[in-house]
């Protein structure tokens, strides 16, 4: 239950509560490199692992 995991939610709590901030910044930044990426000035692991990031926060599928 809950009371077990008590160190575990409140040591989660300050991500969870920044979580909307760090979506926000990580489409900002990854909407600032897209040209970087597609010009091949940016490997695409990052780029892409950053997309099924924000996808899976939003609720769709991952790009594979």
Known sequence: ???RNLP???ANAPL????????IALRELRE?????????????????????VIAKA????AVR
């Open 32 to 52: 600032a490199v897209t040209d970087a990426y597609k010009t091949g000035r940016m490997p695409a692991e990052p780029f892409v692992a950053a997309g099924n």
């Open 16 to 23: 969870i509560a920044a979580a909307p901030e760090l979506l």
């Open 58 to 61: 939003e609720g769709r599928e």
């Open 1 to 3: 239950g809950v009371r």
């Open 8 to 10: 575990e939610v409140k």
